[in-house]
């Protein structure tokens, strides 16, 4: 019984990582630049290749790792620079230009690498519990997503920058009026959801094969998990998104198929998209702000 | 019985009550002024009418019916309509089709047409309205607001921004809509233009109806005054 | 628009309107018309109707894939240009189409049946898109989210037929076939004519439909329904504010769209006999967005030149290398939006509209 039990808190916490991770990178670039990143996938794929690459040539899987977040961000800067720049205030054309880039990265992986790498093995081992065996790697991964949040958060709430990134995602113009460099905070911005994206595709290539469409088992949960989340607090929205998500999915994949969990998530997406228009975190903030403002008239 | 009518409706949002419980009625053909400070809740006032945003409490009615709950454009289709603030005419396309697209059906209605005319944006029908002054914009929003033939037209600060002559003109073209039958409520900031229209004046005042009487009754009022410029202790 | 004769100030007689502003075939929301339009048309669908005669016949056949294209297309044109809703689920009805076909052509025989088929399949094609529509547009999401919607609906299509490979997969007859998809779904054949990708009948029977579509597109743009459609795209709250339930038109033309996604699948199911995930799938959904937005939306003409262009474009490409296509097409993708934003079919045409009548 309890090895059942720990069974699925494995699968939840797997399922939720997976999903965190596949959102953060776009959850920024949405929220700050509100614009939909169709090449979120290829990061994580460029994520992947880098640090495989890496690993094949001596280099220690976590400076990899660290080589490859560092890498994908640096590309972002340099797309956001030459690229995303012209498409703020244009959000379809934004994701149209972007599938074409994705179309463009993808392929020429394909065409320059062939239609895959030799992977790497999963660090770390594993363990039994009960009957079931499991991949230690993978729990270190779901607490990897917990400290990358924390982090963010951290950056967001604890920071000058993160104060400078706030304000310029609420009112770009007031915080331009204050002395906030805003060009300098896109960048930054989309080279962080790069970056991350680049973390996790590098995270994850231990546990499945490098194809040149690394991305595209990230890239429509990542969506979902973004666009239920919602733009009112991309971290709360992620990390809610995500649970709810990963609640929805783990007892279907447990007792159908892999396959059944996501159809399952997906309808569960559609509904959430369709009746929390706002996505969560905005009715999280709105429940949040009311308590606050009960307690301080209360308090009068 | 009158044509609009609001009972007790109240909407708030969060801390801010917009609404406090406004009573209002209209009769058909009657033509009326909304003033009040910024603030007082006046484009509130207008969006709750025509359902752009729902009240939280209290009903409103037109003709008798209830139409509390309908969606913006049942409303309209009753026979409410509102001509925006800011001109929200479609400015790439020209002004038949800003008019045709206004007509349901594609049928330009007596009342629109007759508006077209008086105010002359006949002869312009084939220039994108973006072109217009501005002033002419604004009389093409007001056609369009005819195009459903409505009862009762709401207008948030209609003369915002025209010539002293196109101001009077507007006083003298919604006078006479009301000859023709059609109600109006008109939100203004400018006096004279108040004072043109020659109607029965509502003020409001932090979401609530402050006073009602004529023109002149509201500029000898010191509370209006007072509520306008702000009391030692307000 | 016969009301306006009462805009005309009075004493002048309103210019009489000629028959193509009155059937709608032109008017002010077709960005290209009048006698030269029509004269190409003509011109340009005589030649193509004749080529088999003077060109070769391998040729018009393979061509036919490309023009199968065009219904898919102009149904995304019309969604994305007059209504402002960016769909990429167009794929999905397009193999809703295709299966439902498939599935209702292999169980219910050769002949006239597959006339019956096409039919129904076109019929469930409909329902489809009005049950999702109703979904998407009655809650009253904001804009950008339906395109996030539809590429959900379209993932859980693909997944969906994705892992049917097992036998126990099947309607009646009918193998979904898991990946590789349904094989043996027999042509459309009216008598002695075959309406499949080796003989003429359906080159000639696509072109005609293209034809058709194109110009009963153009009367509907230009139509009040038309205008109302374009007046929601521009201002959605002021169109409401008009009188005019905005729901209703977003569903309507989606249902449009989507029949004309169904449309394309039913004859790509004719012309290749099968039809798979891979149709149906995430790099196929951005296909029809890829040509509409390449081409330019607002002009249903371009898109339909651009969807040929384009699909001709890649398919040579794919003889040498398919990802080098892929790449390709990602460039003009890439590089269109930042130069042509518009969309590159149309800024081309426009130009050249410029050009002509500047020397007169």
């Known amino acids: 019984m309890t090895s059942d039990l720990f069974n699925l ?155 400078d990134m706030r304000a310029t995602m609420q009112n770009p113009d007031m915080a331009r009026a204050l002395g906030v460099n805003t060009s300098r905070i896109y960048m930054f911005s989309f080279a962080l959801g790069a970056a991350l994206a680049g973390l996790t595709g590098a995270l994850y290539a231990p546990t499945t094969t490098i194809v040149p469409l690394f991305g595209s088992s990230f890239i429509a949960p990542a969506f979902i998990t973004v666009v239920i989340g919602g733009g009112a607090n991309p971290l709360i929205g992620a990390l809610a998104s995500s649970s709810l998500l990963a609640l929805v999915q783990t007892p279907l994949s447990s007792e159908f198929s892999a396959f059944a969990g996501r159809i399952g998530l997906m309808f569960a997406a559609l509904l959430m998209m369709r009746f929390l228009p706002d996505g969560l975190s905005h009715y999280i903030q709105a429940a949040f702000l009311n308590r606050r403002r009960a307690r301080a008239e209360k308090s009068r | ?83 925006y603030q800011t001109t929200r005419i479609f400015p790439t396309l020209t002004v038949a089709q800003n008019m045709f697209i206004a007509s349901p059906g594609g049928k330009l209605s007596e009342v629109a047409a007759w508006g077209l005319d008086r105010l002359e944006l006949a002869r312009n029908a084939a220039r994108p309205a973006g072109e217009l002054s501005y002033g002419q914009q604004h009389w093409l929003e007001m056609c369009m607001a005819l195009g459903n033939a409505p009862r009762v037209v709401l207008m948030d600060e209609p003369t915002a921004g025209m010539t002293p002559q196109e101001s009077q003109r507007t006083a003298q073209f919604i006078k006479e809509l009301g000859d023709r039958g059609i109600a109006a409520i008109v939100i203004e900031h400018d006096m004279g233009f108040v004072r043109g229209l020659e109607a029965p004046t509502t003020v409001l005042h932090q979401g609530r109806v402050f006073r009602h009487g004529s023109i002149a009754e509201i500029e000898r009022d010191p509370d209006i005054q007072r509520i306008y410029l702000g009391d030692a202790h307000g | 628009m016969s009301s306006y004769n009462s805009l005309a100030a009075p004493g002048t007689s309103a210019s009489p309107r000629s028959f193509l502003e009155r059937t709608g075939l032109d008017g002010q929301l077709t960005v290209f018309g009048g006698r030269w339009y029509w004269s190409l048309f003509v011109l340009v669908f005589g030649a193509a109707a004749t080529f088999p005669i003077y060109g070769s016949v391998f040729t018009a056949l393979n061509f036919t894939s490309f023009l199968i294209n065009v219904p898919l297309a102009l149904g995304l044109a019309l969604l994305w240009g007059y209504c402002g809703v960016l769909s990429f ?64 609906l379209t993932l859980m299509l693909e997944t969906f037929l994705g892992q049917t490979a097992g036998l126990e997969w099947r309607i009646g007859d009918a193998q979904l076939g898991g990946f590789n998809g349904m094989t043996n779904i027999p042509s459309i054949t009216v008598g002695p004519f075959s309406f499949d990708g080796f003989s003429l009948p359906l080159f000639y029977l696509v072109l005609a439909l293209v034809a058709l579509t194109l110009a009963g597109l153009r009367m509907l743009a230009n139509s009040h329904f038309g205008h109302v459609s374009m007046a929601i795209q521009e201002d959605q709250e002021r169109a409401e504010l008009l009188g005019y339930d905005i ?37 196929a959904s951005t296909f029809p967005v890829l040509w509409v937005a390449v081409s330019g939306r607002r002009s249903l003409t371009s898109v339909a030149i651009g969807t040929v262009a384009l699909s001709a474009l890649s398919d040579t490409l794919a003889v040498y290398s398919g990802e080098l296509a892929f790449v390709v097409m990602g460039a003009i993708l890439l590089f269109g939006m930042m130069a042509a934003p518009n969309g590159m079919v149309i800024t081309l045409l426009r130009g050249i509209a410029r050009l002509s009548r500047a020397r007169k």
């Open chain 2, 1 to 83: 019985m009158s044509l609009l009518e609001l009972k007790a409706v109240r909407r708030a949002f969060g801390g801010i009550v917009a609404a406090d419980g406004i009573d209002f009625s209209l009769a058909a053909g009657e033509r009326r002024c909304l003033i009040g400070p910024n603030g007082a809740g006046k484009s509130t006032f207008f969006k709750l009418i025509m359902g752009l945003i729902k009240p939280d409490s209290g009903s409103i009615h037109l003709d008798g019916s209830d139409i509390s709950r309908d969606e913006p454009f049942r409303r309209v289709q009753r026979g409410v309509s509102m001509k």
């Open chain 1, 9 to 163: 808190g494995y699968q939840f916490l797997v399922n939720i990582s997976f999903l965190m991770f596949a959102a953060m990178g776009l959850t920024i670039v949405l929220g700050m630049l509100n614009i939909i990143n169709l090449a979120h996938g290829e990061f994580i794929m460029m994520g992947a290749y880098t640090a495989t690459i890496a690993v094949h040539n001596g280099v220690p899987f976590v400076l990899a790792v660290m080589l490859a977040t560092f890498a994908v961000g640096i590309f972002g800067a340099v797309i956001e620079r030459l690229v995303i720049r012209r498409f703020y205030g244009n959000k379809l054309n934004a994701l149209v230009a972007t599938f074409g880039l994705s179309l463009i990265i993808s392929q020429g992986t394909l065409l320059l690498f062939g239609p895959f790498l030799q992977g790497i093995k999963m660090p770390l081992g594993g363990f039994k519990v009960g009957d079931y065996s499991y991949a230690t790697y993978l729990l270190v991964i779901a607490g990897l997503a917990f400290v990358v949040l924390g982090a963010l958060w951290f950056l967001f709430y604890r920071t000058r920058l993160g104060v």
């Open chain 3, 89 to 152: 689920g167009q794929v999905a009805f397009f193999g809703i189409g295709g299966y439902a076909y498939g599935v209702l052509a292999i169980n219910w025989g050769l002949g006239a049946a597959t006339v019956g088929a096409a039919v129904c399949a076109l019929g469930l094609t409909a329902l489809a898109a009005a049950a999702f529509g109703y979904f998407l547009f009655y809650g009253r999401v904001s804009a950008w989210i339906i395109p996030v919607l539809t590429l959900v």
């Open chain 3, 247 to 283: 729901r209703r038109y977003q569903l309507t033309i989606f249902v449009i769209a989507g029949l004309l996604a169904g449309l394309s699948g039913i004859l790509y199911a004719s012309w290749g006999n099968f039809i798979q995930p891979t149709s149906v799938g995430l790099l």
